[in-house]
């Protein structure tokens, strides 16, 4: 089956009053389809050009550089238990932010699913709905001007068939994920996804991305934590790229070799596109301002590179994981990343990436391998 045998008829929406209609008819504990088309360009946050939506075999294109979308969304897919049905939510989801900050009420995920029926981990939208559907859908507009405006016949048809087949794909998956009894581990990652997306001040730990950090001193590791969050937070109030604030490797530079005077972070920083001076002389103020008690225990200890018996510890529970994930017939990768099984030895804490149901079926496992 071909796309163009399936050419499904979807209005373009640009108007507040011919939205409200229809979504009318959509009531509580609905099941709603719903895919977004975002633009990044040279800004922080994803630039919101097209909202589709599927309801009862009617289907939506709506425009939302013409139509305000927050007190139309809210009633209908946050206010009521309306269950959401997306593929790989998490861009979509940030995308929606400013009209639905908290997420969809009940988030189905579709990737997710697949990967808890024993579909692979990432599985594409494209290979699922050929899979579940026996549908080929063209791709052919995937890297699209979105924004512009009007779109294109192709376009359209191409936003409209991404939500065309989510409630079959959202039956199937559903009936699949109860005949394994895996329905509310799903829904908990489900709900894990919109918190994370819903995180409108970034990692609150970012510098624990920065592994060549690991044996800097507590006091180091903590300015590096303070410059990495005004980062991220002037970046989000400019509404554009972290990088054009700050490089990762002028973050680890300025920190780990402070600047004397503020004409020798100019000279570092040159060429940063969204440095400007007030931002120059924050960034100065800050590196400068001394650290209290405070900063330093709050900020968590960078985990480096495992070696000796830490990393024969990660070694031993990748191979229990991966036993493990056999049995569950769970892609690995779904079960427990190399990274949570690294924070676990590196810092003898557990992860909250693995609280939860992995907590239930991996916490005596992996606990019975650290070192030591």
């Not at 977004?36 to 709506?62: S, V």
Request: charged share 25%; with cysteine; proline share 7%.
């Amino acid at each position: 089956m071909t796309t163009s045998e399936l050419a499904p008829t979807a209005p373009w929406i640009d108007r507040r009053e011919a939205l409200g209609a229809w979504l009318a008819p959509i009531g509580a504990e609905a099941v709603v389809g719903l895919d977004t088309e975002f633009m990044r360009r040279n800004t922080f946050y994803p630039q919101l050009a097209l909202l589709q939506l599927a309801h009862d075999e009617r289907y939506a294109l709506i425009d939302p550089l013409a139509v305000p979308l927050g007190e139309a969304l809210q009633p209908v897919f946050a206010a009521q238990p309306v269950v959401t049905v997306m593929h790989s939510a998490g861009e979509d989801l940030e995308a929606m932010s400013p009209f639905l900050p908290d997420g969809p009420h009940t988030l189905f995920d579709t990737q997710v699913a697949a990967a808890f029926v024993g579909m692979g981990l990432g599985i594409s939208y494209r290979a699922l709905v050929a899979e579940l559907v026996g549908a080929e859908l063209d791709k052919g507009e995937t890297r699209s001007d979105w924004l512009q405006r009007p779109l294109t016949e192709s376009q359209k048809l191409y936003a409209t068939l991404d939500v065309v087949h989510l409630h079959p794909v959202h039956r199937i998956l559903s009936e699949r994920l109860a005949e394994r009894g895996r329905s509310a581990w799903h829904a908990e990652d489900c709900a894990r996804m919109k918190r994370r997306a819903s995180h409108r001040e970034g990692d609150p730990q970012p510098q624990r991305g920065f592994k060549a950090a690991s044996e800097w001193s507590p006091e180091k590791q903590a300015l590096l934590r303070r410059v990495l969050r005004w980062r991220e937070a002037t970046a989000r109030a400019l509404d554009k790229p972290r990088s054009w604030l700050l490089e990762d490797v002028q973050a680890l530079d300025l920190v780990g070799n402070l600047p004397a005077m503020a004409a020798n972070l100019d000279e570092r920083t040159r060429g940063t596109r969204a440095l400007r001076s007030p931002q120059r002389q924050e960034l100065f103020d800050l590196l400068h301002r001394p650290l209290d008690a405070e900063d330093i225990e709050g900020t968590a200890p960078i985990v480096g590179h495992p070696v000796g018996e830490a990393k024969r510890a990660i070694n031993e529970m990748r191979s229990a994981v991966d036993t493990l994930a056999t049995q569950l017939d769970l892609p690995p990768g779904l079960l427990c990343a190399r990274r949570s099984m690294e924070e676990f030895v590196m810092t003898g804490h557990w992860p909250e990436a693995l609280e939860g149901w992995r907590r239930e079926v991996l916490f005596e496992r992996l606990a019975a391998l650290l070192p030591g």
